[in-house]
């Protein structure tokens, strides 16, 4: 929206994207090391997230909004990756 182009020309917002798989294997992360499901608008961001920070200072911090309910997805990943629930 108007908003997000507002503070893209500003330079205060950058956007990236990544591919679906790695958003799932970020869901499967994140559930398996923080015991969180995460949704999977979430995911891609966590994705970006993976990629990123191992090239980050000690000093710099990240923050992550997990915002949405990661169990409302869960039949949808079931069913991407063949199984059913």
């Given at each position: 929206?108007?908003?997000?182009?507002?503070?893209?020309?500003?330079?205060?917002?950058?956007?990236?994207?990544?591919?679906?798989?790695?958003?799932?294997?970020?869901?499967?992360?994140?559930t398996r090391t923080e015991g969180i499901i995460p949704a999977l608008?979430?995911?891609?961001?966590?994705?970006?997230?993976?990629?990123?920070?191992?090239?980050?200072r000690p000093d710099q911090s990240?923050?992550?909004?997990?915002?949405?309910?990661?169990?409302?997805?869960?039949?949808?990943?079931?069913?991407?990756?063949?199984?059913?629930?």
């Open positions: 929206g108007p908003e997000h182009a507002w503070l893209k020309d500003l330079g205060r917002a950058t956007y990236v994207s990544v591919t679906d798989e790695q958003a799932l294997r970020a869901f499967h992360r994140m608008e979430t995911s891609h961001a966590i994705a970006h997230v993976i990629d990123i920070a191992p090239r980050m990240l923050i992550i909004n997990l915002s949405g309910r990661g169990d409302k997805d869960l039949n949808t990943v079931a069913a991407l990756e063949g199984m059913e629930l």
